[in-house]
């Protein structure tokens, strides 16, 4: 029963802020690495930051400096903090939890989705 919910989407204007959380149950958020996605209209999907168990992140280069991704494991929640957001950041944002294990197939979770709209 795996589960995997983004929230915190909506209209901001340029230059402000928004935090997405991506609450997942039935895993573990300590143990898969995390991630971000966005796809704009007419786009393919990219990603757009990921947190490894380990700790360690990755961003794209569209994200380094004004997005960061964290996680609070305690809550079973990730999170993505934009700011100095951009007209160009509009997009449906994804949450993603995967796992590659080597006694069975990898798993893979994404969630429904989230809008960000930046807009005056």
């Known amino acids: 029963q795996v589960q995997v919910v983004e929230s915190g989407g909506g209209l901001v204007q340029p230059g402000g802020s928004l935090r997405l959380s991506c609450a997942a149950s039935?895993?573990?958020?300590?143990?898969?690495?995390m991630g971000w996605y966005r796809q704009a209209p007419g786009k393919q999907r990219e990603l757009v930051a990921s947190?490894?168990?380990?700790?360690?992140?990755l961003y794209a280069d569209s994200a380094k400096g004004r997005f960061t991704i964290s996680r609070d494991n305690s809550k079973h929640t990730i999170y993505l903090q934009m700011n100095s957001l951009k007209p160009e950041d509009t997009a449906v944002y994804y949450c993603?939890?995967?796992?590659?294990?080597?006694?069975?197939?990898?798993?893979?979770?994404w969630g429904q989705g989230t809008q960000v709209t930046v807009s005056s």
């Open positions: 993603n939890a995967k796992i590659a294990l080597t006694y069975a197939p990898s798993k893979n979770y």
């Open positions: 039935g895993i573990s958020t300590s143990l898969y690495t």
């Open positions: 947190l490894e168990s380990s700790g360690s992140t």
